[in-house]
């Protein structure tokens, strides 16, 4: 029997997943595929990873292992749904909660060694894992064609915005970047040379031939100065300021700059009080907010508000997450996610929202230089010509470089803060020096890797995607940059190996790859853009919300280098916001469209191998998906209105009618002609019966690791529903 892998991850997602799986694995019995789920949420990796401490029924396998190791293999079909890539305040709150829930597990500074093995998890920990393999994302016509016929709403841009983008030019990691192609394979070493000697920060860094090796250094006294002038840049112009960073993905690099910009913002707060902080462990690099909590214990606590209250009232207006909490931008380090907040700071005129909840233009500050242009070119574009319009405006579709983690998401391990001035070099096995650069105390230094197969199977998937779209192709890449240019003889090279006759192929660097994207969109006109991996993830991001209002609508397919198929379920998080709102009053605004969408691209995957059963399944999957976008059956934002469960209802019901009434397989439509009656007949009972569930709060018996019964009841609370389920 074949098996499709559906992944159990975190918050809405997760319990998303506790109302459709059921339905999945009712229809794909049918077609004689099995559907298994595997645990790589955020708990179940904390479990996985100190077996030694649990008791013999409280012990998890490595779920994520496992299918990093099934990814490699021709079997391999998974459906991958979005997980919490862990802050640390996130991940100290989901030790504290399973400890609450009795598991024995360590605090996260026990000892070095415990520190180490927690470190493993945060950040982009599951993705490179599995992710062996490019990603080909766009939107499926059917997103496409609704958000035509049903524009989101779009804010109103004036030529005269002060709203724009500050990036460094200078001393950040774009700036400081060198590279070296690897001539054979090697064993590397990245060692610190100081005043007191030679120390190694990593060795046995195993390099294959062909391998593109970077590193670069963001400078601390550079980085403070630049954040202190956009700190007075934004108060002398009257507008907001904001700092948008990846702070998780970027587990190592993004919180420290994150936290010297919370120090600059409040520079009264750690003259007086840094002491006392640091001897609390209270640290700027996890935000404002948990400063706030821990100096609630503390003697000096109300010099410390006061503190605080200082820099509010000295700095400029800050961009605020929640207004009505006061929740600002430095609050929280995973609160404000680049790729997230500027396309959506673009959507609403270039606006954020202010300490007395309205809409403010805003600086927003990006330090590292690398990528941070692209906004600027589509703030420019909308201060000339208007916003864009999603009934008219054409698609950007992404072949992104992200196999064998591929680019800065491999770079976690190879980044570290300077202690001391120094030098930091990467060496050979023989002892020569590929990189070397000059460091202070505070800078950071990283290293990242990209090895060649990725990049050749990268390009393939690129030219594959031109021909079967007719669509150009575009190479963000920029000679000016160390990395870009190795890449750029390579793809030239691998171009070679490709008929791209008719074909419309380029490189380009960013800022122009941005300009000719934007210009074709404006017209109508759909453009492939082809990504290294951050930008993947911001593109993937960017135009999809500027297209149909969301990029939890996107078509994340990963052609799996050795044959099997990753199918992600779209960008947009594993909205946290959407559990507080269930909690409060059981409705989850959760939009399981992108699980639609991966779920009939894996079935189609299954009839390749020749299950052409599973391809009906998906087929009629789509038909469905469709209906559901075209008569309204998404989940609404407000209770008492249709939810993700309700949704979940209407995709079941049409895709039922699409498989009775499809005429491909005559014993599969007799299956499902008696499913398809049955919700014809108590269909809208059921509908109001989800509806009339709401209102009041619900018990998940825990946030990271909610109680699986108690998660079961919540989401599927309609037992004429179940019934029908479980006589297919």
Same mark, same amino acid.
């Given at each position: 029997?074949?098996?499709?892998?559906?992944?159990?991850?975190?918050? #809405? +997602?997760?319990?998303?997943?506790?109302?459709?799986?059921?339905?999945?694995?009712?229809?794909?019995?049918? #077609?004689?595929?099995?559907?298994?789920?595997?645990?790589?949420?955020?708990?179940?990796?904390?479990?996985?990873?100190?077996?030694?401490?649990?008791?013999?029924?409280?012990?998890?396998?490595?779920?994520?292992?496992?299918?990093?190791?099934?990814?490699?293999?021709?079997?391999?079909? /998974?459906?991958?749904?979005?997980?919490?890539? *862990?802050?640390?305040?996130?991940?100290?709150?989901?030790?504290?909660?399973?400890?609450? @829930?009795?598991?024995?597990?360590?605090?996260?500074?026990?000892?070095?060694?415990?520190?180490?093995?927690?470190?493993?998890?945060? %950040?982009?920990?599951?993705?490179?894992?599995?992710?062996?393999?490019?990603?080909?994302?766009?939107?499926?016509?059917?997103?496409?064609?609704?958000?035509?016929?049903?524009?989101?709403?779009?804010?109103?841009?004036?030529?005269?915005?002060?709203?724009?983008?500050?990036?460094?030019?200078?001393?950040?990691?774009?700036?400081?970047?060198?590279?070296?192609?690897?001539?054979?394979?090697?064993?590397?070493?990245?060692?610190?040379?100081?005043?007191?000697?030679?120390?190694?920060?990593?060795?046995?860094?195993?390099?294959?031939?062909?391998?593109?090796?970077?590193?670069?250094?963001?400078?601390?006294?550079?980085?403070?100065?630049?954040?202190? *002038? @956009?700190?007075?840049?934004?108060?002398?112009?009257?507008?907001?300021?904001?700092?948008?960073?990846?702070?998780?993905?970027?587990?190592?690099?993004?919180? /420290?700059?994150?936290?010297?910009?919370?120090?600059?913002?409040?520079?009264?707060?750690?003259?007086?009080?840094?002491?006392?902080?640091?001897?609390?462990?209270?640290? !700027?690099?996890?935000?404002?907010? =948990?400063?706030?909590?821990?100096?609630?214990?503390?003697?000096?606590?109300?010099?410390?508000? =006061?503190?605080?209250?200082?820099?509010?009232?000295?700095?400029? #207006?800050?961009?605020?997450?929640?207004?009505?909490?006061?929740?600002?931008?430095?609050?929280?380090?995973?609160?404000? /996610?680049?790729?997230?907040?500027?396309?959506?700071? /673009?959507?609403?005129?270039?606006?954020?929202?202010?300490?007395?909840?309205?809409?403010?233009?805003?600086? *927003?500050?990006?330090?590292?230089?690398?990528?941070?242009?692209?906004?600027?070119?589509?703030?420019?574009?909308?201060? &000339?010509?208007?916003?864009?319009?999603? =009934?008219?405006?054409?698609?950007?579709?992404?072949?992104?470089?992200? &196999?064998?983690?591929?680019?800065?998401?491999?770079?976690?391990?190879?980044?570290? @803060?300077?202690?001391?001035?120094?030098?930091?070099?990467?060496?050979?096995? *023989?002892?020569?020096?590929?990189?070397?650069?000059?460091? !202070?105390?505070?800078?950071?230094?990283?290293?990242?890797?990209?090895?060649?197969? +990725?990049?050749?199977?990268?390009?393939?998937?690129?030219?594959?995607?031109?021909?079967?779209?007719?669509?150009?192709?575009? $190479?963000?890449?920029?000679?000016?940059?160390?990395?870009?240019?190795?890449?750029?003889?390579?793809?030239?090279?691998?171009?070679?190996?490709?008929?791209?006759?008719?074909?419309?192929?380029?490189?380009?660097?960013?800022?122009?790859?941005?300009? $000719?994207?934007?210009?074709?969109?404006?017209?109508?006109?759909?453009?492939?853009?082809?990504?290294?991996?951050?930008?993947?993830?911001?593109?993937?991001?960017?135009?999809?919300?500027?297209?149909?209002?969301?990029? =939890?609508?996107?078509?994340?397919?990963?052609?799996?280098?050795?044959? %099997?198929?990753?199918?992600?379920?779209? !960008?947009?998080?594993?909205?946290?916001?959407?559990?507080?709102?269930?909690?409060?009053?059981?409705?989850?605004?959760?939009?399981?469209?992108?699980?639609?969408?991966?779920?009939?691209?894996?079935?189609?995957?299954?009839?390749?191998?020749?299950? !052409?059963?599973? %391809?009906?399944?998906?087929?009629?999957?789509?038909?469905?998906?469709?209906?559901?976008?075209?008569?309204?059956?998404?989940?609404?934002?407000?209770?008492?209105?249709?939810?993700?469960? %309700?949704?979940?209802?209407?995709?079941?019901?049409?895709?039922?009618?699409?498989?009775?009434?499809?005429?491909?397989?005559?014993?599969?439509?007799?299956?499902?002609?008696?499913?398809?009656?049955?919700?014809?007949?108590?269909?809208?009972?059921?509908?109001?019966?989800?509806?009339?569930? @709401?209102?009041?709060?619900?018990?998940?018996?825990?946030?990271?690791?909610?109680?699986?019964?108690?998660?079961?009841?919540?989401?599927?609370?309609?037992?004429?529903?179940?019934?029908?389920?479980?006589?297919?």
């Amino acid at each position: 029997m074949a098996t499709i892998i559906y992944t159990h991850t975190d918050e #809405a +997602p997760l319990l998303a997943t506790y109302s459709f799986l059921p339905v999945i694995q009712a229809y794909a019995k049918a #077609a004689g595929v099995d559907i298994e789920t595997r645990d790589i949420s955020l708990a179940g990796r904390i479990l996985a990873t100190f077996p030694e401490r649990l008791t013999d029924d409280q012990r998890v396998g490595d779920a994520l292992a496992e299918l990093g190791e099934l990814a490699k293999t021709p079997d391999a079909n /998974i459906i991958k749904l979005p997980n919490i890539s *862990a802050s640390l305040p996130q991940l100290k709150a989901a030790i504290a909660e399973l400890q609450g @829930q009795g598991f024995d597990i360590p605090n996260y500074d026990e000892s070095d060694e415990v520190t180490a093995r927690y470190d493993k998890i945060k %950040g982009s920990a599951v993705n490179p894992v599995l992710r062996e393999g490019n990603s080909d994302r766009r939107a499926p016509s059917a997103v496409k064609n609704y958000a035509r016929k049903h524009p989101h709403s779009m804010g109103a841009w004036s030529t005269d915005s002060k709203t724009r983008v500050a990036t460094m030019s200078g001393g950040d990691f774009r700036n400081s970047e060198q590279s070296v192609v690897m001539p054979a394979a090697d064993t590397l070493t990245i060692r610190f040379v100081g005043d007191e000697g030679e120390r190694i920060l990593k060795a046995d860094l195993a390099v294959l031939e062909g391998e593109v090796i970077d590193a670069s250094v963001m400078r601390a006294a550079e980085l403070d100065a630049f954040i202190a *002038a @956009q700190i007075q840049a934004a108060k002398d112009s009257g507008v907001l300021f904001s700092a948008h960073l990846k702070a998780t993905m970027m587990k190592v690099s993004d919180p /420290i700059i994150f936290g010297r910009i919370v120090r600059a913002f409040f520079p009264a707060l750690f003259a007086e009080y840094g002491d006392v902080l640091e001897a609390a462990g209270l640290s !700027a690099n996890n935000g404002l907010a =948990a400063i706030l909590a821990g100096a609630e214990n503390l003697p000096e606590r109300d010099g410390i508000i =006061a503190a605080i209250e200082r820099g509010y009232a000295e700095g400029p #207006a800050l961009a605020m997450v929640n207004s009505d909490k006061g929740i600002t931008n430095l609050h929280v380090p995973s609160d404000v /996610i680049v790729d997230a907040s500027m396309p959506a700071m /673009i959507r609403v005129g270039g606006k954020m929202w202010n300490r007395d909840g309205q809409t403010q233009d805003t600086i *927003a500050v990006l330090p590292d230089s690398s990528y941070a242009g692209i906004y600027q070119v589509v703030i420019d574009d909308c201060k &000339a010509n208007g916003a864009l319009d999603p =009934a008219t405006m054409g698609s950007v579709a992404n072949v992104g470089l992200m &196999a064998q983690k591929a680019e800065e998401y491999g770079s976690h391990d190879k980044t570290f @803060q300077m202690d001391a001035s120094g030098r930091v070099e990467i060496v050979n096995a *023989a002892g020569e020096v590929l990189t070397s650069h000059e460091v !202070a105390a505070g800078d950071i230094w990283r290293a990242c890797q990209t090895k060649d197969a +990725p990049i050749r199977d990268w390009v393939k998937l690129a030219v594959n995607r031109s021909r079967a779209s007719g669509q150009p192709a575009v $190479f963000w890449l920029d000679p000016a940059r160390s990395h870009d240019a190795a890449l750029i003889e390579k793809v030239n090279t691998y171009l070679g190996e490709h008929d791209t006759d008719g074909l419309e192929i380029r490189i380009m660097t960013p800022i122009e790859a941005t300009k $000719f994207s934007v210009d074709r969109i404006r017209r109508g006109e759909d453009t492939i853009s082809v990504t290294g991996n951050v930008l993947r993830d911001y593109l993937t991001d960017l135009f999809p919300i500027l297209e149909v209002g969301t990029s =939890a609508k996107m078509l994340s397919v990963v052609p799996l280098m050795n044959g %099997g198929g990753l199918f992600e379920t779209g !960008a947009g998080g594993s909205a946290p916001k959407h559990v507080e709102q269930l909690v409060s009053e059981n409705h989850l605004r959760w939009d399981s469209l992108g699980e639609f969408l991966a779920l009939a691209e894996s079935f189609r995957h299954e009839a390749t191998r020749g299950n !052409a059963r599973a %391809g009906v399944l998906g087929d009629a999957l789509d038909i469905a998906t469709e209906r559901i976008l075209d008569e309204d059956k998404s989940p609404s934002r407000r209770v008492g209105e249709i939810d993700n469960r %309700g949704s979940h209802l209407w995709i079941a019901r049409y895709w039922a009618e699409a498989l009775a009434e499809q005429q491909a397989d005559a014993e599969l439509a007799s299956v499902f002609a008696p499913v398809a009656k049955a919700f014809a007949e108590q269909g809208d009972a059921i509908a109001q019966e989800l509806i009339d569930a @709401q209102g009041a709060a619900v018990d998940l018996g825990g946030y990271y690791r909610p109680d699986a019964a108690k998660a079961a009841a919540a989401m599927r609370p309609s037992a004429a529903f179940n019934a029908i389920l479980a006589s297919i």
